[in-house]
């Protein structure tokens, strides 16, 4: 039978195929724009279906709504369990100013060992990698224990419902899996003794947005004092939201890997989390700060409004605020902050749910395999892992209320850091060898979850 050793050899000699299929992907616009019609996924759909029928894998296309395709291919395994779920998304987010790209954003221009054009990294570098690990287990022939489902969705760009949502509202069983990769996460730290720490984020905080609505009493701007101008309380509201401190909480799993990660000589609590932050700060680097959003409640003003004529004394202001919330804070727990933080303001509060702050478990067979199959890909037994949670939100949350455990873990080339690819800005762009990479992590994890005895 083929070793883990030879397909790793055989990604290696698919280069070109790798490079032509992240291009042929990049190529269609799938620009979404959150206003339907918009997406036009199902051309990629109808384009990858096409790629893989001719690799002898079977692929269904179902739309949501015309022209928001989902695509679903399975290679079933002997024993259907454990299974795993390739998720990726197909959308991309529009283009700002087409004048400032050095290439066409469609162009898929390779330029000093990249790739570039819009959705080159987010995410249909994932696809490429996830579609050609598929394509080349099918190619060798190897037996699966568990079903291998590679799942490309639509509209993951503007909250998912034609896609990921959608799928898992309309089509659990074809999508809920015992384990599923999706994308948000799968860059290394590089601390500064050389080694290289993986967080993979096992989770992602919840978002909401805050309306706040005060008011005053409207008057001519030139008796002033015949009114109540509203911007001066908008004032006291901002101040007030600036000075918050939010509850320090450690819930989350990395702050129990802290100690042992990093030789800390105590453990993490609430109390010391701050200067455990400051101090990795200066040793391990700036990225590490993104602890400190795990370790609380985040509420930002994002958008203010008040007045709406320049001699007039202003009657009503509105500010929008950006909630992040951890695992276990609910609807309840943002209300009671916001109240006892506006209190006396007389602000009326609406509180708009957008995504559920959710996580799967660190300590599974599924982070064991990952581990195994960065340190082969990788070729170092020196890497360091711990869990990790996203402050953004992806498509994983749709998954895990089926019961799949989720991952966000795409890795690339660890030498060329995810900020360089520019995702969401101009000139985005991948890494081929980061491709490379990333489909051989695709297909040592599908072989330690699906064909290795499990242990
Ligand atoms: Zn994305």
Redesign the pocket.
């Given at each position: 039978m083929t070793s883990l050793d030879q397909l790793l050899a055989r990604v290696e000699e698919s280069r070109q195929e790798i490079i032509a299929l992240e291009q042929r992907l990049v190529r269609i616009p799938t620009i979404n724009t959150g206003v339907m019609p918009t997406g036009n996924e199902t051309a990629l759909c109808h384009d990858l279906q096409d790629f893989l029928a001719s690799e002898g894998i079977a692929s269904d296309v179902l739309e949501s709504a015309p022209r928001r395709g989902n695509l679903l291919a399975t290679l079933a395994g002997t024993e259907r369990t454990p299974s795993l779920l390739l998720l990726?998304?197909t959308d991309v987010v529009p283009i700002e100013d087409e004048s400032k790209w050095r290439f066409p954003p469609f162009s898929a221009t390779i330029h000093e060992g990249r790739i570039y054009g819009r959705g080159s990294a987010?995410?249909k570098a994932?696809l490429t990698c996830q579609a050609m690990a598929m394509v080349l287990l099918r190619r060798a022939g190897v037996p699966l224990r568990g079903d291998l489902t590679l799942c490309a969705v639509a509209d993951?760009?503007t909250g998912g419902a034609y896609g990921a949502g959608w799928l898992a509202a309309h089509h659990p069983e074809r999508v809920g899996a015992t384990y599923a990769i999706n994308?948000?996460g799968g860059s290394p730290l590089h601390l500064p003794d050389g080694r290289l720490l993986y967080l993979i984020p096992v989770g992602e905080k919840g978002r909401l947005e805050v309306t706040l609505t005060l008011k005053g009493r409207s008057a001519h701007a030139a008796a002033p004092w015949r009114g109540d101008n509203v911007t001066f309380k908008m004032a006291e509201a901002l101040r007030r939201l600036q000075a918050y401190e939010p509850a320090r909480d450690v819930s989350a799993e990395v702050f129990r890997h802290l100690p042992e990660l990093f030789a800390l000589a105590e453990e993490v609590t609430a109390e010391n989390v701050d200067e455990v932050i400051a101090q990795l700060k200066e040793t391990v680097g700036d990225e590490i700060d993104m602890l400190r959003g795990v370790s609380r409640l985040t509420l930002t003003p994002t958008i203010v409004r008040a007045g709406v004529k320049s001699n007039n004394v202003p009657e009503t202001a509105t500010i929008i605020c950006d909630a992040r919330t951890l695992p276990h804070q609910d609807v309840a727990y943002l209300r009671g902050e916001v109240e006892r933080i506006m209190d006396g303001l007389d602000a009326q509060i609406a509180i708009q749910q957008t995504a559920l702050s959710n996580a799967s478990p660190y300590d599974t067979p599924f982070a064991a395999a990952i581990r195994r199959a960065m340190a082969r890909v990788i070729g170092r037994d020196d890497l360091l892992w711990g869990p990790g949670l996203t402050t953004g939100f992806?498509d994983s949350r749709f998954l895990r209320p089926l019961g799949t455990v989720v991952y966000n873990f795409a890795p690339g080339n660890p030498a060329k850091g995810l900020p360089l690819s520019m995702?969401h800005g101009t000139d985005e762009s991948v890494d081929i060898e980061g491709l490379v990479i990333g489909t051989k992590a695709m297909v040592a994890l599908i072989w330690e979850l699906l064909v290795t005895p499990s242990d």
């Open positions: 990726s998304h987010d995410c994932l993951e760009e994308e948000g992806t995702a």
